[in-house]
């Protein structure tokens, strides 16, 4: 469709096809149960190859035209594969305006901010795509499931739970409604590992040396809360997942076509927004033929 002033991002989101969409109408009742790719799927691997490429010339047209920006939002559990995910989906693509940022534990000063501070810093300009391995999606993830993080936030008096979860969720629709509203394309993916390929994932870890790097202690302390994070993932779902910032929520693991997956929910998105090459310069016919005549004298050795 054309872009006209009336348009907003939901129009656009509106023309992915994915099963994974997460409801808008905060329905669901329980976290969403689906782990393994369909049955029927077969050569993801390929898929993903061809679909990178298409995804190729949509992103020449977004930095070469300025008129919108992406925000693509990483979040899952540990061994989920976010960073395997994230290397293969834009391996093809151009990264003169893909920028990756990646948000670990708080810093002293961040934590004297705003929980929205340090990621609005790395929001992508009109142009350019990025891509958030985790986000503020944590402050009410990981701050949820370990309330004893909140000291740090707030002095020592942190608000009371059934005051602070209802504020934030709030905040963060507003936020991202205030982003789609100045053409930002916001799609969220979470990552849905099983327990039982957790696991598989950590004993990779343990047993390989090449990927024992990876292992950590913290992350099997972590993956005990697993229920815990459940129902912060249902509400997470329910509260923020909205036509113009949705939720996909992609089962994880079968890691090619998770890949593929995400990849085709990206192509779909960028395909529906109008993008087109800025105008060109007019330049009259003779002053054409005098660069040309110019350019082509340089040539000559």
Not at 59 to 72: D, E
Request: proline share 8%.
């Amino acid at each position: 469709m054309p872009w006209t002033k009336d348009a907003s991002m939901k129009h656009f989101i509106a023309a992915i096809e994915n099963p994974w969409l997460v409801p808008f109408d905060g329905s669901l009742t329980e976290p969403p149960r689906n782990f393994t790719a369909p049955a029927d799927t077969g050569g993801c691997k390929k898929k993903l190859s061809e679909t990178r490429k298409a995804i190729r010339p949509f992103q020449r047209k977004l930095y070469a035209a300025k008129q919108f920006s992406v925000l693509l939002v990483f979040q899952a559990l540990d061994a989920a594969g976010k960073d395997g995910a994230i290397r293969e989906v834009f391996e093809d693509l151009d990264p003169v305006n893909v920028n990756v940022a990646a948000f670990k534990r708080p810093t002293e000063r961040e934590l004297r901010h705003d929980f929205l501070w340090r990621t609005a810093k790395k929001l992508p300009e009109r142009g350019d795509m990025a891509v958030f391995n985790r986000s503020y999606y944590e402050e009410v993830l990981t701050v949820r499931v370990h309330p004893e993080f909140l000291d740090a936030q707030y002095a020592g008096s942190p608000p009371t739970p059934d005051a602070l979860w209802p504020l934030r969720y709030q905040a963060i629709r507003e936020h991202e409604r205030h982003l789609a509203a100045a053409n930002t394309l916001i799609l969220k993916f979470w990552l849905n590992v099983s327990p039982a390929e957790q696991a598989r994932r950590f004993l990779e870890r343990l047993d390989t040396p090449e990927k024992r790097w990876k292992f950590s202690m913290g992350d099997i302390r972590e993956s005990r809360f697993r229920e815990a994070y459940d129902e912060a993932v249902l509400d997470m779902f329910n509260e923020t997942s909205r036509p113009w910032a949705p939720w996909f929520c992609v089962p994880a693991d079968d890691p090619w076509y998770l890949r593929w997956q995400i990849a085709d929910i990206i192509r779909q998105a960028m395909a529906a927004l109008p993008l087109s090459y800025p105008p060109v310069e007019e330049i009259p016919a003779e002053t054409t033929a005098e660069v040309r005549s110019l350019l082509n004298s340089r040539m000559i050795r």
